[in-house]
């Protein structure tokens, strides 16, 4: 029998050891964590930490949720199935007709569930696939600043010089296009729109376009409702499929169960991971309309997409959202955290900042060059986990879990102003 010995204060010089250079987050808290609860964490020296980053927008029900932790314990005790592929099972049927009855049904919308693989970039690859079966097409037209994952498909939608580099290969059969607020002035519309009109304009009739209502990754850079319902427009007139990418905005963050809902479009496909799974555990579902759900058995498949530990988690997720009272606290909260980051703009000049994104999912943009970073670098040792976002990480952002109560915030804002006041004063 081997036994490995682990030190009780376990140190970072074990992963820089051990890990592959890739590691990134590790880099940024530069700790070992070790226990976490609700919206704090807690490293290997007890020292304790807000979380404004909720696990880049999957811990959106807050670390380890008392009720869902109870029913998971409960089903490994009864030993119940936890691998099934895409077997039918208890936990996948009650996660379906849930999942029916809670979100689809009230908003009128008809689509069929799809579970692709546990991650972000296995839904936006079934979706893109899917997209370009039903049209026999193969071009899709994304945006400018776009993340949609890092897998071949997806990185051929994302904007990033530095993420689509790492493929090592041409991406191909993708048209980038100016997001929303690219242009100074209101012509996104009108430049797509004659792109597609124009048939010496070198872009072919598309399969899809795929956007993300807040660009997570790409900056907070949040569509206008306007801009949403345009694009829409154009995918109706061009008989295009619209793919809404809900993986980080959507199951709340934004404010809605998914983001788009307020602009009142209803997408031909929706990609939905992060929070979808309530606890942290890894799932994925790509939602297709019903006319469009031209799959045959196993045409797209994978070995984990029956996780069902998500599924009774993600169930339990749901009766969040049963009422509005849940939707209307992270309203008021998004308030709160829209007030302070005006007030930290314009208190702090200096900063010369400009406020990006909407509901709990909002930042701060810096023009000058690192500013964020040591923000962000500063806010750690004071006890509060936040990420940068952008091409040039020049976005620090807010991104609690949505249990989050007030005090937490205020505590993060305190906590924030703190780490602006000493980066300023360097």
């Known amino acids: 029998m081997i036994t490995v010995k682990v030190k009780p204060e376990m140190e970072m010089e074990v992963f820089e050891k051990y890990e592959s250079n890739v590691r990134s987050y590790s880099r940024s808290f530069p700790t070992v964590f070790k226990k976490a609860k609700g919206y704090k964490v807690w490293d290997v020296n007890e020292k304790e930490y807000i979380d404004f980053f909720a696990g880049a927008g999957t811990l959106n029900y807050g670390h380890n949720n008392d009720k869902m932790k109870k029913l998971l314990i409960e089903y490994l005790e009864e030993d119940l199935i936890t691998h099934s592929l895409d077997m039918a099972t208890v936990a996948r049927g009650?996660?379906?007709?849930?999942?029916?009855?809670?979100?689809?049904?009230p908003r009128n919308l008809d689509y069929k569930?799809?579970?692709?693989?546990?991650?972000?970039?296995?839904?936006?690859?079934?979706?893109?696939?899917?997209?370009?079966?039903?049209?026999?097409?193969?071009t899709?037209?994304?945006?400018?600043n776009a993340f949609h994952g890092m897998t071949i498909g997806s990185l051929s939608v994302t904007g990033n010089s530095f993420k689509r580099h790492g493929a090592g290969i041409p991406l191909s059969h993708t048209v980038s296009m100016p997001y929303d607020d690219y242009f100074s002035s209101n012509r996104s519309i009108e430049y797509i729109e004659r792109f597609l009109e124009d048939s010496g304009s070198g872009v072919a009739l598309p399969a899809a376009i795929i956007l993300e209502t807040v660009q997570g990754e790409g900056g907070i850079n949040a569509a206008s409702y306007e801009w949403l319902r345009d694009i829409e427009r154009l995918c109706r007139r061009f008989d295009i499929l619209l793919i809404v990418d809900d993986v980080q905005a959507g199951c709340g963050r934004t404010g809605t169960f998914f983001s788009f809902e307020p602009a009142g479009i209803k997408p031909d496909i929706v990609c939905l991971s992060k929070s979808i799974g309530g606890y942290g555990l890894p799932m994925a579902i790509t939602l297709i309309k019903s006319e469009h759900d031209i799959w045959e058995p196993a045409e797209h498949n994978g070995t984990f997409r029956g996780n069902n530990l998500a599924f009774i988690a993600a169930s339990e997720a749901l009766t969040y959202w049963e009422n509005k009272d849940f939707s209307n606290g992270i309203q008021e909260k998004s308030e709160m955290v829209s007030s302070f980051i005006d007030h930290v703009i314009e208190e702090y000049k200096e900063l010369k900042g400009e406020k990006r994104g909407r509901g709990l999912m909002q930042g701060i943009a810096s023009e000058i060059e690192g500013l964020?970073?040591?923000?962000?670098?500063?806010?750690?040792?004071?006890?509060?986990?936040?990420?940068?976002?952008?091409p040039n990480s020049e976005v620090f952002k807010f991104l609690p879990p949505l249990i989050i109560d007030k005090e937490g915030l205020e505590k993060g804002f305190a906590i924030v102003e703190e780490s602006v006041q000493t980066v300023l004063n360097k």
Do not use: D, Y
């Not at 009650?94 to 049904?105: A, C, P, R, S, T």
């Not at 899709?140 to 400018?144: D, E, L, P, W, Y």
């Open 94 to 105: 009650k996660f379906l007709e849930q999942f029916n009855e809670v979100i689809l049904k």
């Open 113 to 138: 569930v799809m579970f692709p693989g546990p991650t972000g970039t296995n839904t936006v690859e079934s979706a893109l696939k899917i997209a370009r079966k039903v049209t026999g097409r193969e």
């Open 140 to 144: 899709v037209i994304s945006f400018t």
């Open 372 to 390: 964020s970073e040591q923000i962000c670098n500063e806010a750690f040792n004071r006890g509060l986990l936040m990420e940068t976002s952008g």
